[in-house]
């Protein structure tokens, strides 16, 4: 009797244990857990992902709930008016993504944002709802729970619908995003009916923020599924709004809005599987090409981040952006386009033997020049007790997309438009890329950077990153697989390390100016490379299976002040 007694205690305290959540910020020191881990740029966000898989989620059901809780708690680019990707790759082997890039809206036009002398009237490509494109987030979500979700998805809507309800703290982050932007609150007021207090004043850190109408937007999308967004209701708000505010979005945009279920890329680097996100982005066939350029050397020998590794990085990059520009847009619009011959082997062996070991190599200057673009988006990363992995990288383009809230709906549109190369054959260095694959079409995705990659080894997945950052998201994204694979770090080693970014044109490499050493950036200048210092650069939220001893390690960015990685 006694023994059983102890043996039951001991079995409720084990359970105890065992859903006891593990948390932690940004750092050095992965998070290990057990049964699942969450990694997101939102700790309210990654909490919520735990939770389902505790319900005995799996990893997509856990992405989807991350998703929209990030919709609510994380709105710089967390979002529903938004859209993305999603990279799956199973225990099993099975391997697929989910292309949920907003479109061009049917009205849309090559010249749309072009004046009469032929430049981009007021930036109308970056503001203004004729920036926005049809919104790909609730579908592509829609889709991926179809397809591989396990729980119901009325379960997995539902803490976003109670968290807006609810309402969640003021944090710093969204304290000073809040305010930065407080000039477009004052101008649009259904903005400001959602990021002002009922009396117009500022939200104070520490407020709780209720977002009433998102709440019920939510409710829909719990209720109804896809349709929720796409049609009835919210589909008829959306669209009289568009139509009373000089917008084009019609409501047969949104009804034919489908999220598109792709082949991922794949690429190998030194033995392990690179998984990535096919165009619409660009990301993950740039980060094979740049891979496959960079196995031929022994980059370990060199040193992390020594003059000689960010010199043979930067001419990957340099090449790799090169054929970005010159060749990727939406596969749907681009039939011809040679992403083989880019991810192939003999092709990087090409591009390596025009490198020269000491020397900068000079980026052509009639070609495809570096456009802005915002760097506000997110990524988070999800493992589940049977080694499943999600990788997901979405946004609204810009911090908050268009400021735009759609009005009755409560939730952000984006600004994805200015993704589109808007004027048509100019190509320069001050910032124009006019190339053909990714001008502007009705129902065409803009060619996006954002790379959510799965790395695998004998068909297994080993561990999921993927950044922020705009066109730096593929150079972060490749450091961190760098950073692993090369030079053996940790996940939270390889997500915290200092990062460099270039682009092909301009011909200049950033650094984070906090990362480098004086005497490290003076001989990769005395190479012939320029050097500008900048802030942080992207913010990769990772996980990683070691099978070894079967645990799984997570991390979140330091980058990031709300993230945390949450594991169980
Ligand atoms: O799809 C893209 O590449 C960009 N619209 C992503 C925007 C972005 O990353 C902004 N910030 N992090």
């Keep these: 009797m006694k023994m059983r007694s102890i043996s039951k205690t001991f079995v409720v305290a084990l359970t105890l244990l065992l859903s006891i959540t593990l948390f932690a910020e940004g750092g050095r020191t992965p998070l290990r857990a057990k049964n699942g881990i969450v990694t997101s740029a939102s700790h309210i966000a990654s909490q919520v992902g735990v939770d389902i898989l505790k319900q005995g989620g799996n990893a997509v059901d856990a992405a989807v709930a991350t998703a929209f809780a990030l919709a609510v708690t994380w709105p710089t680019a967390g979002n529903i008016g938004g859209g993305g990707f999603m990279v799956y790759h199973g225990d099993d082997g099975h391997a697929t993504t989910f292309?949920?890039?907003?479109?061009?809206?049917?009205?849309?036009?090559?010249?749309?944002?072009?004046?009469?002398?032929?430049?981009?009237?007021?930036?109308?490509?970056?503001?203004?709802?004729?920036?926005?494109?049809?919104?790909?987030?609730?579908?592509?979500?829609?889709?991926?729970?179809?397809?591989?979700?396990?729980?119901?998805?009325?379960?997995?809507?539902?803490?976003?619908?109670?968290l807006a309800r609810e309402g969640i703290p003021i944090t710093w982050e969204l304290y000073s995003g809040f305010r930065s932007n407080q000039s477009f609150w004052d101008q649009y007021p259904s903005s400001g009916a959602v990021f002002l207090k009922e009396d117009g004043s500022a939200y104070e850190l520490g407020d709780t923020w209720v977002q009433s109408d998102l709440a019920a937007t939510l409710q829909l999308i719990q209720d109804q599924g896809r349709d929720g967004f796409y049609k009835g209701k919210n589909a008829k708000m959306l669209a009289d709004f568009m139509r009373a505010n000089g917008g084009?979005?019609?409501?047969?945009?949104?009804?034919?809005?489908?999220?598109?279920?792709?082949?991922?890329?794949?690429?190998?680097?030194?033995?392990?599987?690179?998984?990535?996100?096919?165009?619409?982005?660009?990301?993950?066939?740039?980060?094979?090409?740049?891979?496959?350029?960079?196995?031929?050397?022994?980059?370990?020998?060199?040193g992390?981040?020594?003059?000689?590794?960010?010199?043979?990085?930067?001419?990957?990059?340099?090449?790799?952006?090169?054929?970005?520009?010159?060749?990727?847009?939406?596969?749907?619009?681009?039939?011809?386009?040679?992403?083989?011959?880019?991810?192939?082997?003999?092709?990087?062996?090409?591009?390596?033997?025009?490198?020269?070991m000491d020397k900068a190599s000079v980026s052509d200057e009639n070609e495809y020049a570096g456009i802005y673009e915002s760097e506000e988006t997110t990524h988070y990363s999800v493992v589940d007790k049977d080694g499943n992995m999600v990788s997901v990288t979405y946004t609204l383009e810009n911090g908050y997309g268009s400021r735009i809230v759609a009005e009755g709906g409560g939730y952000l549109l984006n600004n994805e438009m200015g993704d589109f190369n808007a004027v048509?054959?100019?190509?320069?260095?001050?910032?124009?890329?006019?190339?053909?694959?990714?001008?502007?079409?009705?129902?065409?995705?803009?060619?996006?950077?954002?790379?959510?990659?799965?790395?695998?080894?004998?068909?297994?997945?080993?561990?999921?990153?993927?950044?922020?950052?705009?066109?730096?998201?593929?150079?972060?994204?490749?450091?961190?697989?760098?950073?692993?694979?090369?030079?053996?770090?940790?996940?939270?080693?390889?997500?915290?390390?200092?990062?460099?970014?270039?682009?092909?044109?301009?011909?200049?490499?950033?650094?984070?100016?906090?990362?480098?050493?004086?005497?490290?950036?003076?001989?990769?200048?005395?190479?012939?490379?320029?050097?500008?210092?900048?802030?942080?650069?992207?913010?990769?939220?990772?996980?990683?299976?070691?099978?070894?001893?079967?645990?799984?390690?997570?991390?979140?960015?330091?980058?990031?002040?709300?993230?945390?990685?949450?594991?169980?």
């Design 99 to 162: 292309d949920f890039r907003e479109k061009a809206p049917l009205a849309s036009t090559e010249r749309m944002y072009l004046g009469l002398d032929g430049l981009v009237v007021d930036n109308s490509n970056h503001r203004s709802l004729l920036s926005v494109g049809v919104p790909g987030t609730v579908a592509g979500m829609y889709k991926a729970h179809q397809e591989l979700g396990k729980l119901p998805w009325a379960d997995l809507v539902a803490p976003a619908v109670k």
């Design 248 to 302: 084009i979005i019609t409501e047969e945009d949104l009804e034919k809005y489908e999220a598109v279920e792709r082949e991922p890329v794949r690429g190998t680097y030194r033995g392990y599987e690179i998984v990535s996100m096919p165009p619409p982005s660009s990301g993950g066939v740039v980060i094979i090409e740049m891979l496959n350029i960079l196995e031929g050397y022994d980059l370990a020998s060199y």
């Design 304 to 356: 992390h981040n020594s003059a000689q590794y960010l010199h043979l990085l930067t001419e990957s990059m340099r090449r790799s952006y090169a054929d970005r520009a010159e060749y990727l847009g939406d596969p749907d619009f681009n039939e011809s386009m040679p992403l083989d011959r880019l991810m192939d082997k003999d092709y990087a062996a090409t591009l390596r033997a025009s490198i020269d």
């Design 424 to 568: 048509p054959g100019v190509t320069n260095r001050n910032g124009q890329i006019g190339t053909t694959p990714n001008l502007i079409e009705p129902e065409k995705r803009m060619l996006s950077s954002m790379s959510p990659t799965i790395v695998a080894r004998d068909g297994k997945p080993v561990f999921a990153v993927g950044s922020p950052g705009g066109r730096t998201i593929i150079n972060t994204t490749a450091q961190a697989i760098l950073n692993l694979i090369d030079f053996g770090m940790n996940i939270a080693e390889s997500v915290e390390a200092p990062r460099i970014h270039h682009q092909w044109l301009p011909d200049v490499t950033s650094f984070e100016g906090l990362g480098f050493s004086d005497d490290t950036l003076r001989l990769y200048e005395e190479k012939g490379h320029q050097v500008r210092a900048r802030g942080e650069q992207g913010s990769v939220m990772g996980v990683y299976y070691d099978r070894d001893s079967d645990i799984f390690l997570g991390a979140a960015d330091s980058r990031a002040g709300d993230g945390a990685v949450v594991g169980y």
